[in-house]
């Protein structure tokens, strides 16, 4: 079975643009979860969507945002781009029956973002 | 402080055993869990212990659980150079609005060493 796929890898982007990042789960597996990885904070839990909708939401600004589409494939974004934004964003996809860290999470490589 | 803490680096000889501790703040928690995550790689579920369990065996791992103290640990016997990696405590907190939010600690870096 594959296992949870990112892409892109790494990205390089400047202050102001925005970004959109794409992880495809695990086939059978309804959520994803998205987290953003940094040095100085550690790791922290952005949202998770579990059949297109958003069912839990962590500290960020709205500047973050995601979607899920029927097929769990799901994409975050985050517009005007700050250098803290530079990270390393994880996904994790789960089949998602009680929700985010109640059922086993298979995270993917990670997207690595330079912010400039 | 923060709701996860861990120390941030251990430092092993081959072959001895490793112990990683962890403290909680949330005393709800029902499920608290232990991943490891290698250089360049996402993180990998190794094990989890219930909130009413106090320890758990699998293979060369074992986890203590002291609720009263919310104290976990995470011991590697027979540590090996592929057992290198940051290693994370995590567990769902429970927000003021109800939610249950997965939070990690920052990770111990542990360096086998021959």
């Known amino acids: 079975k594959a296992g949870v796929t990112q892409t892109p890898r790494y990205l390089i982007k400047t202050r102001g643009q925005q970004v959109t990042l794409s992880c495809s789960p695990i086939?059978?597996?309804?959520?994803v979860s998205w987290y953003q990885q940094t040095p100085g904070q550690g790791l922290q839990f952005l949202f998770e969507y579990f059949s297109e909708t958003q069912r839990n939401k962590g500290n960020f600004p709205g500047r973050f945002s995601g979607r899920q589409f029927s097929n769990s494939r799901s994409e975050m974004n985050v517009s005007t781009l700050e250098l803290g934004d530079s990270a390393l964003y994880l996904c994790?996809?789960?089949?998602?029956?009680?929700?985010?860290?109640?059922?086993?999470?298979?995270f993917g490589p990670g997207t690595r973002l330079t912010v400039l | 402080g923060e709701d996860v803490e861990q120390s941030l680096f251990l430092s092993v000889r081959e072959g001895d055993s490793s112990v990683i501790n962890c403290t909680y703040t949330d005393s709800s928690s029902t499920y608290l869990y232990w991943y490891k995550q290698e250089p360049g790689a996402g993180l990998q579920l190794l094990t989890y212990i219930f909130s009413n369990m106090d320890m758990k065996q699998d293979q060369r791992l074992t986890v203590l659980l002291n609720k009263k103290d919310k104290h976990l640990s995470l011991r590697i016997a027979d540590t090996q150079t592929g057992d290198s990696a940051i290693y994370f405590c995590?567990?769902?907190?429970?927000?003021?609005?109800?939610?249950?939010?997965?939070?990690f600690g920052r990770g111990t870096s542990l360096i086998v060493h021959p």
């Open positions: 994790a996809s789960s089949t998602g029956l009680a929700g985010a860290l109640y059922n086993e999470q298979f």
């Open positions: 086939s059978g597996h309804r959520s």
């Open positions: 995590a567990h769902p907190l429970k927000e003021s609005g109800g939610s249950y939010i997965p939070t």
